[in-house]
């Protein structure tokens, strides 16, 4: 089970994808405390690189993702988190997923409509 956080300052690329859809909802990173933690709640936990904490995806808004399958990548240095999103979306800017746009004509398109106010879950 263990994983090689010894490369991008102790930090894993981990890929967030719905496992009944096979959505990709998001992407973040774990760092060993957060992979640990994942492993013994069953929710997912990332290292927050901007707040610089462990933060337990959900602990604000209650969308919280129920892991319910791992997978790594041959150098297991990467993971993909299968997930049961408990909410309406993942995404902080009222999203079910933080893949929302599309390059279209060299231009980003919003190709995704919002399944929350982010207004009134982040208050």
Same mark, same amino acid.
């Not at 690329?13 to 069953?42: C, K, Y």
């Not at 919280?64 to 299968?82: F, G």
């Not at 979306?89 to 929302?100: A, D, M």
């Given at each position: ?66 892991? +319910? ?26 999203? +079910? ?27």
């Amino acid at each position: 089970m263990n994983l090689d956080f010894t490369k991008l300052d102790g930090l894993v690329p981990t890929i967030i994808q719905d496992v009944d859809s096979g959505d990709v909802l998001m992407v973040a990173f774990m760092n060993d405390d957060a992979w640990r933690l994942t492993l013994e709640t069953g929710f997912a936990t990332f290292w927050s690189r901007s707040r610089k904490k462990l933060w337990l995806k959900g602990e604000s808004s209650g969308h919280r993702l129920i892991v +319910k399958e791992i997978l790594t990548d041959c150098d297991q240095d990467a993971v993909v988190l299968k997930v049961q999103a408990q909410g309406l979306g993942v995404c902080h800017l009222g999203f +079910k997923s933080c893949f929302s746009k599309t390059l279209t004509n060299a231009e980003w398109v919003l190709t995704a409509t919002q399944t929350f106010d982010p207004k009134e879950v982040y208050r």
